[in-house]
């Protein structure tokens, strides 16, 4: 199954990739095999759809690929089953609830731009302050 997702991806991101470069007039660059899909694909544009022709001409390249890569037997069918449209794709906005303020040291705010530092900060730069004046007076 997984050489099958493979092969259907890639089948697929080709296909869109040589459609592109068709159009762009830049075909003649593809390979020669590029080349024999988007015949192909441009002969079965004249008898049917394009939706029609676009997945008969990219289940071609997907069991080419599937081959290529190593599958054995028959392809297994990897189309994805189509979503359910949605009714309503719109959310309500709901306003986040509001968390309990949280306190830092000695019960004063620990997050907050503007709030005043907590006293521990100064009684350790006064504590510094001291220490280097200590030290500066001993070496005299």
């Not at 095999?33 to 759809?49: D, G, H, I, R």
């Not at 705010?109 to 001993?138: D, E, H, K, N, W």
Request: charged share 20%; proline share 7%.
């Amino acid at each position: 199954m997984l050489i099958a997702r493979r092969a259907d991806t890639r089948a697929r991101a080709d296909f869109a990739t040589w459609k592109m470069m068709a159009k762009l007039n830049g075909s003649s660059a593809l390979p020669p095999e590029a080349q024999e899909f988007l015949a192909s694909y441009k002969n079965l544009l004249a008898q049917m759809s394009e939706g029609a022709a676009t997945e008969a001409t990219i289940g071609a390249i997907y069991k080419a690929y599937y081959a290529e890569m190593g599958g054995a037997g028959t392809p297994p069918d990897v189309r994805t089953r189509a979503a359910e449209p949605a009714a309503d794709n719109v959310t309500a906005f709901r306003r986040p609830e509001s968390k309990p303020k949280k306190t830092g040291f000695f019960g004063k705010m620990s997050s907050g731009g503007t709030q005043p530092r907590p006293l521990p900060v100064a009684l350790i730069f006064a504590c510094l302050v001291v220490v280097y004046v200590g030290i500066r007076l001993y070496w005299r």
